[in-house]
């Protein structure tokens, strides 16, 4: 009995890690803000990060430099190569954030065409900026002044006021509910405001739901979903660059634990791994090879003669892919001997049936539900 609390005791230490280690919080933040899923999941992927006293600070602003350097690692690109000189006379090589500004200019997010332009790398983004960016980065149907005004007009106060430059691209954004704003100026399109770390980061997270479908054409290139051979998920499916697989679905987990029905007890943990890609028909990657799992136990039973068969199943809290992504979630696999039609009949008449689980066993696992995964880089999340 001891045994098995300090086990069960074990199970929940690594759950709270784990859950604490996924999830960030912050002192100044409740589930009661308006941003608060967007904060919390981009987070999570380390795109906004807090402060060193625990704080967020969602009411404060960003700089041009680091809104930029937040939108590449949205879009996933800050460990691409590229080549492109940019002529900004207010940065050089040596500022913390050149690389990240230089691929925003290649990847067209913002534009370096006057050699003696300044990019103002320490004034706040604003939110007309913000959302500038966040539509150049993708791939959009044309829409003339009218179009976008008349879109406009039915929900912002200040539409008269929206520049020249941003009328369009705010009709687009408007069409693409990719517009941020904090809940008391939800009318005002206030184009020229510092924009806050709350509208920056729900701004972002916008961008990104809609670049994985439509990318603008250097994104898109570099967004390309990768392939290779696997196991074949028959009922997983895409859209864009994103994939699902639902639940229910069946994979092969390479355990590397061993377990006797007679001996384990509930809440003994285990680990186990992908040995091969997790695909869809059409050979798009899902889960990499080489994924680790972790969990533990969640039923173990004696098989007795005459009285039950052995039981061991098996339950996964954590998943942790080859690009060191922590992700929790639950797949269950039952341990069970392959048996002809006799074998089948005599252990139900009979039982007694005792199980043993030898490391480098493959089980197999369902999803309890459903994920998505980044076809253009392994990334698993929820919607």
């Known amino acids: 009995m001891q045994k098995y609390i300090i086990n069960i005791i074990g199970t929940l230490f690594l759950l709270l890690s784990s859950s604490m280690g996924a ?28 402060y060193p006293d625990g704080t967020f ?29 940019i002529n900004f006379t207010d940065i050089d090589r040596d500022y913390w954030a050149y690389d990240a500004i230089e691929k925003a200019v290649y990847f067209d997010l913002i534009s370096n065409d006057k050699d003696s332009e300044k990019f103002r790398p320490e004034d706040p983004v604003s939110r007309g900026e913000a959302i500038n960016i966040a539509v150049n980065s993708l791939t959009t149907e044309q829409i003339s002044k009218q179009k976008a005004y008349s879109v406009l007009e039915k929900k912002y106060s200040d539409v008269n006021y929206i520049p020249e430059w941003f009328i369009i691209t705010a009709g687009k954004a408007e069409i693409l509910d990719m517009i941020a704003s ?14 806050t770390r709350a509208e920056v980061t729900a701004i972002l997270n916008n961008m990104m739901i809609q670049a994985k479908l439509n990318p603008n054409a250097k994104l898109a290139e570099a967004m390309r979903k990768k392939t290779g051979d696997g196991y074949i998920i028959e009922n997983a499916y895409i ?6 697989i639902p639940k229910g679905a069946i994979v092969p987990i390479t355990v590397n634990n061993g377990f006797s029905s007679q001996t384990s007890i509930k ?19 899902l889960i990499y090879k080489g994924t680790k799992f972790k969990g533990y136990l969640q039923d173990v039973k004696k098989g007795k003669l005459f009285r039950s068969n052995g039981v061991i ?44 689980l030898k490391p480098g066993d493959t089980i197999y696992f369902k999803f309890l539900k459903e994920i998505k995964t980044d076809l253009t880089n392994g990334w698993i999340f929820n919607e």
């Open 239 to 244: 859209q864009g660059s994103v994939g699902t």
């Open 57 to 85: 600070k969602p009411d404060d602003n960003v700089t041009r430099a680091e809104f930029a350097s937040m939108a590449i690692k949205a879009l996933g690109q800050e460990h691409a190569n590229v080549i492109q000189s």
């Open 313 to 356: 199943q098996l339950t996964t809290t954590t998943i942790t892919t080859p690009n060191d992504q922590n992700f929790l979630t639950n797949l269950s696999g039952d341990v069970s001997k392959k048996k002809g039609k006799f074998m089948t009949w005599f252990r139900k008449v009979f039982k007694g049936e005792k199980l043993i």
């Open 182 to 195: 904090t809940p008391e100026r939800k009318n005002y399109m206030d184009t020229d405001r510092p924009a």
């Open 267 to 285: 809440g003994e943990e285990f680990s186990a791994i992908a040995d091969e890609n997790y695909v869809t028909r059409d050979k798009y990657i």
């Open 23 to 50: 999830f960030a919080f912050f002192s100044d933040m409740t589930t009661s803000h308006w941003a608060y899923e967007q904060i919390k999941d981009l987070s999570e992927q380390s795109i906004v990060i807090g």
